[in-house]
DNA sequence: CGTACCTTTGAAGATCCTCAAATAGGGTGG
DNA sequence: CCACCCTATTTGAGGATCTTCAAAGGTACG
């Protein structure tokens, strides 16, 4: 089952029909990228909305003295921006993490979703609704949070989106990103993002090497980062509307 | 014509029965607070899209020892998350600034616009689409800009913003944010809020005074907060759209 | 086995925060 | 219309958090 699928169907059960569009789109039009590598570009047309297969990508907005910020992460089954084409241009970029491949969903594939999936719709709404949701929560993040909270919250989120898309076992997940990547997002310098982990690993809340990492103890790093899963929906909201296929 | 009506027809232009319909939208159930209050907390079931009529509203997300930040700010004519309504329970709450006047869009209003006005409904993503740019580009004032740049950053987005609905002379407009509401905004102490202020001041870029907000000189203080427009998208985008009434 | 990138360490300094108190301003009731 | 009160703004001083700069270890990959 895709990540997408599998992500979907936390928010509401969808039918065989509904599955087998989804995977027709997912299947279509399939690139491929090299890690750290740019997808889309601001200032570019927006064309084709993005599905990311696998691997990880980042959205992220650049100053014109350099200073970077990445402001989300794209995961497996991750859809960036429903709907973008009706913009003249990208506001900011879409970047490659580790190798990744996405299929490009045209306009017509979303006019097919909302002329015959009522479901395939609503479900990209609570996914719409979700990841403006995560982006308020990073603002609160770089606003109020300080930076072992900050750096707590970041990785309880990432666990729990992996975990939603079927890419996390009860206490590890594989984690490709950087300290500078970590460095980027949290708005914090890359030394005491070093100095940050350090910290949470002294604690025994953490256990991060080679691209792996390891929570101990979920709770305990939740608490640490101040960490509410609300804003995650995902407790089947829309189960009102399950297929009973 | 409303501020909302305004605002969109800066991406599209809207027929007389799209009009019509919007204003006799916002005319139903309306609703008044006064400054300081609660229009919906976190944790409630989300009932209603509230349009904002009048006033000035924002949404806020709150950490259990108090500390709050303000992660968006709505004025005259922005419409509250649309489709809100198929989460369980809100992840924010939305408060008061000023007295405000809301109008509460039951479900049924986006159900007769998606089958009747595709117009208003494309109209609608645009807005969706801009305030993910916002709360973006707000993730990235928080994580890379500094205390000054931060501050002229947002004041130059509320100036922008209310121009677009209308609310705005050349150089000036109506600004009713304490300071502390600043600092709740930007992540930074309210001391430090003053300071910053005073820095502008110093350097010409504002004068603020008994809720007006005065900028000399728009150019320069777009600089000093090295602020780009293009998130907002406000260059008409959908004119191939347009109605031709 | 070398090279490039990533992580770690040290030290000094800037930005921003906290605490505390004074001043100014706005609204209300007498 | 003035006096009062409450809230908002301003100022000062000291200190914490985080940054910058520089360099040394590690690790992965060709």
């Given at each position: 089952?895709?990540?997408?699928?599998?992500?979907?169907?936390n928010f509401?059960?969808l039918?065989a029909?509904?599955?087998?569009?989804?995977?027709?789109?997912a299947?279509?039009r399939v690139?491929?990228?090299?890690?750290r590598?740019?997808?889309?570009r601001?200032?570019?047309?927006?064309k084709?909305?993005?599905?990311?297969?696998?691997?990880?990508a980042?959205?992220?907005?650049?100053?014109e003295?350099?200073?970077?910020?990445i402001?989300?992460?794209?995961l497996?089954?991750?859809?960036?921006d429903?709907?973008?084409?009706?913009?003249?241009?990208?506001?900011?970029s879409?970047?490659t993490?580790?190798?990744?491949?996405?299929a490009d969903l045209?306009?017509?594939?979303?006019?097919?979703?909302?002329a015959?999936?009522?479901r395939?719709?609503t479900?990209?709404w609570?996914?719409?609704?979700v990841n403006?949701?995560?982006?308020?929560e990073?603002?609160m993040n770089?606003?109020?949070?300080?930076?072992?909270?900050?750096?707590?919250?970041?990785?309880?989120?990432?666990?729990?989106?992996?975990?939603?898309?079927?890419?996390?076992?009860?206490?590890s997940?594989?984690f490709?990103?950087?300290?500078a990547?970590?460095a980027?997002a949290?708005?914090l310098?890359?030394?005491?993002?070093?100095?940050?982990?350090q910290?949470l690993?002294?604690?025994?809340l953490i256990v991060?090497k080679?691209k792996?990492l390891?929570?101990?103890?979920?709770?305990?790093?939740?608490?640490?980062g101040?960490?509410?899963a609300?804003?995650?929906?995902?407790?089947?909201e829309?189960?009102?509307?399950?297929?009973?296929?």
């Amino acid at each position: 089952m895709s990540h997408l699928v599998r992500k979907l169907e936390n928010f509401v059960r969808l039918s065989a029909a509904d599955r087998l569009m989804l995977n027709r789109a997912a299947a279509q039009r399939v690139r491929t990228f090299a890690p750290r590598t740019d997808i889309a570009r601001e200032g570019e047309k927006p064309k084709d909305v993005h599905l990311i297969l696998n691997g990880w990508a980042c959205r992220y907005k650049q100053l014109e003295d350099g200073r970077r910020q990445i402001v989300s992460f794209f995961l497996p089954g991750d859809i960036c921006d429903l709907n973008i084409f009706i913009l003249r241009e990208m506001d900011h970029s879409i970047g490659t993490i580790t190798p990744v491949s996405i299929a490009d969903l045209p306009r017509e594939f979303f006019d097919e979703i909302s002329a015959g999936y009522p479901r395939i719709a609503t479900a990209f709404w609570w996914e719409t609704l979700v990841n403006a949701a995560i982006q308020r929560e990073w603002t609160m993040n770089l606003g109020q949070r300080t930076a072992s909270e900050r750096m707590a919250h970041l990785l309880c989120e990432l666990f729990f989106r992996l975990r939603l898309a079927g890419l996390a076992d009860d206490h590890s997940c594989s984690f490709p990103l950087t300290q500078a990547d970590l460095a980027e997002a949290t708005g914090l310098s890359k030394v005491h993002v070093n100095r940050t982990l350090q910290e949470l690993r002294a604690s025994n809340l953490i256990v991060l090497k080679g691209k792996m990492l390891v929570l101990p103890d979920l709770d305990r790093l939740m608490s640490a980062g101040l960490f509410n899963a609300n804003y995650l929906h995902l407790d089947r909201e829309g189960r009102q509307l399950d297929s009973n296929e």
